[in-house]
Every structure is written in structure tokens, then in C-alpha cells.
């Protein structure tokens, strides 16, 4: 059975930065597309990043602008994301998602029907 336990979050203030972290288990190999996501009151989910724990590069959405490092644990299903000089508008639920990939050298992407698992969810709050 597969579970994603997020870590992280809170509260903090704008221009300061955050880390979260994910840790799936239940995969049998360590070639998982993991992926953050998140969604603000009123908004649609969307995707931060997301990277295979197996290698390749990670991917992000063009409006990161390098605000977003998402990074792996080697050879573990272990994910982390650095977010920099926040905004109140990166309020939001953040969501650690996942599905098996042994083609560890193809773009995550951030396709949600792609990703199977999800966890329950972390909240960050950003005030200005």
C-alpha cells in the first residue's frame, strides 16, 4: 500500500522561504515521479514541481521563475521542496503526489491523472 507523508509548512512571512518534504513508501523500486502541487481557496490545483527519485532533471511550470528547488534523497522516495522569497500569493495547500516510473529519464511533468498517489496535504500561509 502506498502512503506520502508530508512534512513542513506553516506559517511564515513574505520575502522569507520554506521547505517541505514527502516521504513515499509502499514503491517497490525507487524510480517514482514525485510532485508537488498546490491549491489555493478558490483556485484550480496546479503543479510546482516534480522529479523522478531514480535521476533524470527535475521539471517545473514557466512561472517558477527559480523560485521552486525540488529535490531527491538518493536512492530513497524521499523528495524535498525549497520555496524562496515567498509571496502571499503562494498561500495555498501544498499536495506531495506520486506514481511509479522506471523511466527515470522522462519529465515528470505535472499531468495529474499521470499522478496516482496523493497525500493528504500541508498547509503554507504566506503574510505580507
Known amino acids: 500500500q502506498v502512503q506520502l507523508v508530508e512534512s513542513g509548512g506553516g506559517s511564515v512571512q513574505a520575502g522569507g522561504s520554506l521547505s517541505l518534504s514527502c516521504a513515499a513508501s509502499g514503491f517497490a523500486y525507487t524510480r517514482v515521479c514525485m510532485g508537488w502541487f498546490r491549491q489555493a481557496p478558490g483556485k484550480e490545483r496546479e503543479g510546482v514541481a516534480s522529479i523522478n527519485t531514480g535521476g533524470g532533471t527535475p521539471w517545473y511550470p514557466d512561472s517558477a521563475n527559480g523560485r521552486f528547488t525540488i529535490s531527491r534523497v538518493n536512492a530513497k522516495n524521499i523528495v524535498s521542496l525549497e520555496i524562496y522569497t515567498l509571496k502571499p500569493e503562494d498561500t495555498a495547500m501544498y499536495y506531495c503526489?506520486?506514481?511509479?516510473?522506471?523511466?527515470?529519464?522522462?519529465?515528470?511533468?505535472?499531468?495529474?491523472?499521470?499522478?496516482?498517489?496523493w497525500g493528504q496535504g500541508t498547509q503554507v500561509t504566506v503574510s505580507s
Open positions: 503526489a506520486a506514481y511509479s516510473s522506471p523511466n527515470w529519464w522522462r519529465p515528470c511533468g505535472n499531468r495529474e491523472v499521470d499522478f496516482r498517489y
